[in-house]
């Protein structure tokens, strides 16, 4: 036991000596290229320069007009969406020691998306526009109760993932249900393309309604950075170094929710996300897992906002849908981290 916790200690005094700064710089780089790349790609062209001189106009432009309502929440949606799944996924990754572990673990992304669907079942989000991500972030509150109902605040790790798999086993038949008894092929339709996941036809409404409970979600997380390099030398040493685990394991189960089930109820289901991202930048850290919540933000608003722009490339006409361009790339990677893990295991 001391030779392990003396070599995981190692490892991380390495990982501290390791810049993040060139790493930081780097994805912010990319960020900034790809955000200019998202606000003048579309259907009609719109100079930047021109859009942006509008904006305190009395009557703006075109231009301005499709900047300010269309182009922009999108993308700032794409960056805080891609922010959530990559920091959930690390710290999610971290509290378990597992590199397959991933934000729709819990059900919260489940449970999400039937709020969501429940709402267009019931013909809900044809008359109020925010019902949708309304119904949504219900659902992600709901499972966190269910979950410390169920497993109780106190319970273990194992026990909180096992009850979150029967959670979102329930919300999947649940809307699959919905589906089944949907009341026309129109509400079975519009339940299906949401379900699909994507960032189009967002507003500045969505972002205000989700961008609070995100943040929430944010600094919980972020608090649970030391406690996660104490759990990597394993339980027993986190707590002789006076980490409360009860309280780590709280802090990241509902700040995921909360971040999450806002995300998934605006732009419906996005995969894989928050495995990628922490997988790829965990060696460019070190392995040290408080210092990849911050990149794992940045890295998952790069990666998000890149197949956001890919889907408007790829398919001008009828845009393909965000959810399922991450799930054609993530399904791949993940049968890949599969294999690699049990060749590690052998």
């Known amino acids: ?19 993040l700064f060139p790493l930081v710089a780097g994805l912010s780089l990319a960020l900034l290229v790809l955000a200019g790349l998202s606000l003048t790609l579309g259907k009609v062209e719109v100079p930047l320069v021109e859009a942006a001189r509008g904006i305190f106009a009395k009557d703006p432009p075109l231009a301005t007009i499709l900047l300010v309502e269309i182009r922009l929440p999108r993308l700032i949606l794409a960056l805080l969406v891609g922010g959530t799944l990559g920091l959930c996924g690390a710290t999610l990754q971290g509290l378990l020691r597992n590199p397959l572990a991933a934000p729709g673990l819990i059900g919260v992304s489940s449970s999400a998306a039937l709020g969501a669907v429940l709402m267009l079942y019931f013909g809900l989000a044809q008359s109020f526009p925010l019902a949708l991500p309304i119904g949504g972030i219900t659902g992600a509150l709901i499972v966190v109760l269910l979950i410390y109902g169920i497993a109780g605040r106190d319970s273990s790790v194992l026990t909180l993932i096992l009850a979150g798999v029967a959670i979102s086993s329930l919300a999947a038949a649940l809307t699959s249900l919905a589906l089944n008894l949907a009341p026309s092929p129109y509400a079975a339709y519009e339940i299906v393309f949401w379900l699909l996941g994507s960032l189009a036809d967002r507003s500045f409404d969505h972002v205000a309604l989700v961008a609070p409970l995100m943040a929430v979600g944010w600094l919980m997380l972020l608090s649970t950075g030391r406690a996660l390099d104490a759990l990597s030398l394993g339980e027993e040493t986190a707590a002789t170094l006076g980490f409360h685990l009860q309280r780590v394991r709280f802090a990241a189960i509902v700040g995921t929710a909360l971040a999450v089930g806002a995300a998934v109820s605006v732009t419906g289901g996005i995969a894989f996300i928050g495995l990628v991202v922490p997988h790829l930048l965990r060696p460019l850290v070190g392995h040290q897992p408080s210092r990849l919540l911050g990149v794992s933000a940045l890295g998952g608003a790069v990666l998000l906002l890149a197949g956001d722009i890919a889907v408007r490339l790829l398919s001008p006409g009828l845009e393909l849908k965000l959810g399922v361009l991450t799930a054609i790339i993530g399904a791949p990677f993940f049968l890949y981290l599969i294999l690699k893990t049990r060749r590690e295991m052998r």
């Open 1 to 19: 036991m001391t030779q392990i916790s003396s070599s995981n200690t190692l490892s991380l005094d390495v990982a501290k000596t390791r810049p």
